[in-house]
């Protein structure tokens, strides 16, 4: 029996460039010496993409499930039996179809605990919508799945990271969208997951205004005198080191962010795209605040590449050991948390 990780993987639309990414990074052998990768897709697929990147040496190790992967093997789950028409490039229902399968099936081990993290490659939120999938995107399927109350988008990199308070909503939406309480949840479950997912003993937090120039006192707007500014001050109160609210052009021209463990905005742009600006090609989205641990590449399902051989792999590959070192740091917690240090009395007159 081994006892490293075994990562379940996603393969997303199979008409994109998820396993391009997927095999470039299960070809490096030393890869197993971390985890045990199981992907949940089918072996006729994968073939055909490794073909187009004319790879002759590589072949995954078939199983029926988890209990069975080979631990110095990348393995793979065929999740269907029919043969798949792949159009590289191209939206598809079948894109959507299969992308679908593959994550349900993933994802159904991983909460039974037969796997320790899930990471996903990319799928098209549009082609993958049925009466099964009726989300915006993985991270609300996934916050549903896992019956979680509230769940964070978390981006991650060496350099930055980054969470929103309002995700994959139309920009029109936002201020409607943001409240105290929801600036409250997403703040809590930031520090906590500083805390037990990156081990940050007491991080601060760094909170962006909504309106520009963080609404200039009120003359660009009121949402930071009347929402923001309170749950900040709310959360100082409960013990979060959260300081703001900062005009999010300033912030990140001036490297303001270097200051701070992790920074909340307030919607997805405004975060994601100086985040994805300073992490080019290695920013990693987590979904912090769920019971299980989700990564993904910060990169779409690329059509405009796909079957190329160009797509780049860095992100996929810092999703997956990223994924890795969450799950090392919540068993690490777990056993400290199990196994206290006995608190010792020692004598007065003691040296």
Not at 31 to 46: L, R, W
Not at 315 to 341: D, Q, W
Request: hydrophobic share 40%; aromatic share 8%; net charge negative.
């Amino acid at each position: 029996m081994s006892d490293k990780i075994k990562i379940g993987i996603s393969i997303g639309d199979v008409n994109g460039i998820g396993l391009e990414v997927i095999i470039k990074t299960l070809m490096d052998s030393k890869i197993m010496d971390y985890c045990t990768p199981i992907v949940y897709g089918h072996t006729k697929v994968a073939s055909f993409h490794r073909k187009t990147m004319d790879v002759n040496e590589f072949n995954f190790n078939v199983i029926n499930s988890p209990e069975e992967a080979h631990n110095k093997r990348a393995n793979m789950i065929n999740c269907w039996e029919e043969d798949v028409r792949i159009e590289l490039g191209t939206s598809t229902p079948t894109g959507g179809k299969y992308a679908f399968i593959s994550l349900e099936r993933a994802l159904d081990d991983l909460i039974a605990g037969k796997t320790e993290a899930l990471v996903t490659a990319p799928i098209n939120k549009h082609n993958i919508q049925s009466g099964d999938f009726q989300f915006a995107g993985h991270t609300e399927y996934i916050q549903a799945k896992t019956n979680s109350e509230d769940s964070l988008m978390f981006l991650v990199s060496e350099d930055i990271r980054v969470g929103v308070v309002t995700g994959h909503i139309p920009v029109n939406e936002v201020p409607e969208k943001i409240s105290k309480e929801k600036i409250l949840s997403k703040l809590s479950l930031m520090n906590q997951s500083l805390k037990k997912d990156f081990w940050i003993q007491k991080p601060k937090i760094a909170v962006l205004g909504l309106n520009p120039h963080a609404g200039d006192m009120g003359l660009i707007g009121k949402e930071e005198l009347e929402i923001i500014t309170p749950a900040i001050t709310e959360a100082n109160a409960q013990g979060i080191f959260a300081f703001g609210p900062y005009a999010a052009d300033g912030f990140f021209a001036a490297h303001t962010y270097t200051q701070f463990d992790a920074v909340l905005a307030m919607y997805h742009d405004q975060g994601l795209i100086p985040f994805k600006q300073i992490a080019f090609h290695s920013g990693v989205n987590f979904t912090a605040g769920l019971p299980v641990v989700r990564t993904s590449p910060d990169h779409g399902t690329g059509y405009d590449i796909a079957g190329k051989n160009q797509a780049s792999a860095n992100s996929f590959r810092e999703a997956l050991f990223t994924a890795i070192k969450i799950v090392k740091y919540r068993r690490e917690s777990t056993e400290l948390s199990s196994n206290p240090l006995k608190l010792s009395k020692f004598s007065k007159d003691r040296d």
